[in-house]
């Protein structure tokens, strides 16, 4: 008799904890949607992915929000980049305090890895970074290409010609153009700094520094990802994107250009949720 009211202790307490969280989620969500939303923005398969695999069986389906940083370094503009704007002002600003000096410079003998923080991050969609980006690889296609022309019969410079011209056609039709661009504890002072609601979001993320123990010490910093999960498609919604699985579209230079957009919405606690999404029927209006 015992096993039986432990039993059913643990299966009323379960369901208590079910009850409790389900309630706490959707109150969550409920308050991040009052009132008007922080900001609206139309975004398409280039910063909105679908996952890897998608099983028929599981009704529910989300979508990975893909964004990038520029970094002052050749090939820098990853996730994993340090962008010239996180410098040492900016990381004190955040509360890391690692040095007065604007190099970064500091002596690292005696210190830890600074704790990764949790900040407001600023994404824009396809501004100056993203121009940059494409600049960026242009004039390396250009190099390429004298240094090729200069020897015709190298082989590895014909190759380096061909991977110049994929990394560009990547840029200009499919790598995300949503970049990481500045970070702040103040959430309204950074929306004063970057007004338009419909190109700039302000969200949830982590910064994560480290220091180099080369002979200069210097603190690197970077981005290391957004607070966000993945962001959930409605039921409503999902059909539209059954479709767009299930139909074939024309590739440009090889590669697949972005199939749909989403409207998104970020309410008051940062978080989006997804408004309206429809297919892109011109490959070339995008």
């Not at 208590?16 to 409920?30: D, E, K, M, P």
């Amino acid at each position: 008799m015992k096993i039986l009211l432990s039993s059913r202790g643990l299966f009323l307490l379960g369901f208590f904890v079910l009850v409790v969280t389900n309630i706490v989620v959707i109150s969550g969500v409920a308050s991040n949607r009052s009132g008007e939303p922080e900001s609206q923005i139309t975004l398409t398969e280039r910063e909105l992915q679908l996952p890897y695999k998608i099983y028929k069986e599981n009704s529910g389906l989300s979508l990975r929000l893909k964004w990038r940083t520029f970094s002052d370094k050749k090939n820098g503009n990853y996730r994993s980049g340090s962008p010239a704007w996180l410098n040492s002002q900016k990381l004190n600003s955040l509360g890391f305090n690692p040095s007065s000096n604007n190099n970064l410079d500091i002596d690292t003998s005696s210190l830890k890895r600074p704790i990764p923080k949790e900040v407001f991050i600023v994404l824009e969609n396809n501004g100056e970074p993203y121009q940059q980006s494409v600049k960026r690889a242009e004039k390396t296609l250009e190099k390429e290409e004298i240094l090729f022309k200069s020897n015709p019969d190298d082989e590895r410079l014909l190759n380096n010609v061909e991977r110049a011209k994929k990394i560009l056609n990547r840029e200009r039709i499919k790598e995300s153009r949503l970049f990481a661009i500045d970070a702040g504890l103040e959430p309204d002072k950074l929306r004063k700094k970057y007004k338009d609601q419909n190109r700039f979001i302000i969200t949830k993320g982590i910064i994560k520094a480290r220091y180099t123990y080369n002979n200069d010490k210097k603190i690197f910093a970077y981005v290391s990802r957004l607070s966000l999960k993945n962001i959930y498609v409605p039921l409503k919604h999902r059909k539209i994107f059954d479709s767009i699985l299930n139909s074939s579209k024309s590739k440009i230079n090889g590669i697949q250009p972005p199939r749909y957009e989403v409207k998104l919405a970020f309410g008051s606690r940062f978080e989006p949720w997804i408004m309206s999404v429809r297919p892109i029927e011109d490959i070339f209006n995008y």
